[in-house]
């Protein structure tokens, strides 16, 4: 099981990128919230 199998790869590769995406989101958002409260 530590060799992942080609079928695998496509599963752990977009589910790598959601995790990634997810990341992204939750450092961007609280960025965007406290710039759009300064400007008020």
């Known amino acids: 099981m530590s060799v992942p199998a080609a079928g695998d790869q496509q599963i ?3 589910t790598f990128l959601f995790f990634q995406i997810i990341n992204f ?3 961007v958002l609280p960025i965007c ?3 759009s409260n ?3």
């Open 12 to 14: 752990i590769a977009p």
């Open 25 to 27: 989101v939750f450092f």
């Open 33 to 35: 919230y406290i710039c």
């Open 38 to 40: 300064n400007s008020t």
